[in-house]
Nanobody, 120 residues
Framework: QVQLVESGGGLVQAGGSLRLSCAAS????????MAWYRQAPGKQRELVAK???????NYAESVKGRFTISRDNAKNTVYLQMNSLKPEDTAVYYC??????????????WGQGTQVTVSS
């Protein structure tokens, strides 16, 4: 089992910055992918950014050039640096980790979500 603890959400004015953190704990073989998703009211959850254990990244088109995902493998922590925030970035942000458990099965873990609100 993997437990995820998110932090860093809050209220910020448009143009501002926030940094989200997600610390993973648990006995697993690997944490291959770490990612951030978000879900705005009335909308489906969408991928914001993903990073592999090797550091390869991909981003949603809407956040490219503004958001940066990174991870510290020694701390099993993934970060999302969000700059130039826009009101449309307002959502609940969820951390997601995908890997292989001790029983060799794949797992998909989710955090509890952290609210990000960007005021205009």
């Amino acid at each position: 089992q993997v437990q995820l603890v998110e932090s860093g959400g809050g209220l910020v004015q448009a143009g501002g910055s926030l940094r989200l953190s997600c610390a993973a704990s648990g006995r697993v073989i690997s944490m291959n992918y770490m990612a951030w998703y978000r879900q705005a009211p009335g909308k489906q959850r969408e991928l914001v950014a993903k990073i592999t254990s090797g550091g390869s990244t991909n981003y949603a088109e809407s956040v490219k050039g503004r958001f940066t995902i990174s991870r510290d493998n020694a701390k099993n922590t993934v970060y999302l640096q969000m700059n130039s925030l826009k009101p449309e970035d307002t959502a609940v942000y969820y951390c997601n980790v995908h890997g292989r458990a001790l029983n060799l099965n794949e797992y998909d873990a989710w955090g509890q979500g952290t609210q990000v609100t960007v005021s205009s």
